[in-house]
Structure formats: structure tokens, C-alpha cells
Nanobody, 119 residues
Framework: QVQLVESGGGLVQPGGSLRLSCAAS????????MGWYRQAPGKQRELVAT???????NYGDSVKGRSTISRDNAKNTVDLQMTNLQPEDTAVYYC?????????????WGQGTQVTVSS
């Protein structure tokens, strides 16, 4: 049974920083790309950042230069550090694990953690 459990969301003032963490259970960490996506009210879910098992990263355009993704393969955790947060960063942030297998994506999602940027 695969579980992804996020933590670290909350209320942040504009210009502030936040660190989100995702703990993965199950035997996926060594085989799956780990990452973060977010969904704001009325908008589609969008990429924040991903990191492959070999350490290659990919960032969404809206967070490039303000976000850093990291993964600890020993602890099965993936973290997202975000700086200079703005109100448009307000969203539910979801942890994701994915692997392309026989042409199909094998994908798991966490339950999401709310990040609100407001003064």
C-alpha cells in the first residue's frame, strides 16, 4: 500500500518562505519520480517541481528561481523549499510519485496541504 503524506502547509505572509515535506511509504521511492503539484481554486493542477531517482529536476515556470526540491532516499522523503511567496502561490499542494511503466503512468497522490499567502 503506497501512501504519500504531506506536511508543512499553512499561512505565510507575502515575501515569506515555506518548506513542505512528503513522506512516502511503500516500495516506490527507489523507482518513482517524486514531485509537487499545486491547484488553486478554479484552476487546473500545475507542476511545481519534480525530481527523478537520478536527481534530475524540473520546475514549473511560475516557481523557477524561488523553489528547491530535494529528496532523501534513505528517509523516503521529498521536500519543497519555497521563498518569496506571493498571494498567487496560494493553493493546495500535492505530493506526487510517478513512474512510466509499459507506456502508462503509474501515479500516486497525497491528500494535499493548504498553503495560503496573505497579509
Amino acid at each position: 500500500q503506497v501512501q504519500l503524506v504531506e506536511s508543512g502547509g499553512g499561512l505565510v505572509q507575502p515575501g515569506g518562505s515555506l518548506r513542505l515535506s512528503c513522506a512516502a511509504s511503500g516500495s516506490i521511492f527507489s523507482t518513482h519520480t517524486m514531485g509537487w503539484y499545486r491547484q488553486a481554486p478554479g484552476k487546473q493542477r500545475e507542476l511545481v517541481a519534480t525530481m527523478t531517482t537520478s536527481g534530475s529536476t524540473n520546475y514549473g515556470d511560475s516557481v523557477k528561481g524561488r523553489s528547491t526540491i530535494s529528496r532523501d532516499n534513505a528517509k523516503n522523503t521529498v521536500d519543497l523549499q519555497m521563498t518569496n511567496l506571493q498571494p498567487e502561490d496560494t493553493a493546495v499542494y500535492y505530493c506526487n510519485a510517478k513512474r512510466l511503466l509499459y507506456g502508462n503512468w503509474n501515479m500516486y497522490w497525497g491528500q494535499g496541504t493548504q498553503v495560503t499567502v496573505s497579509s
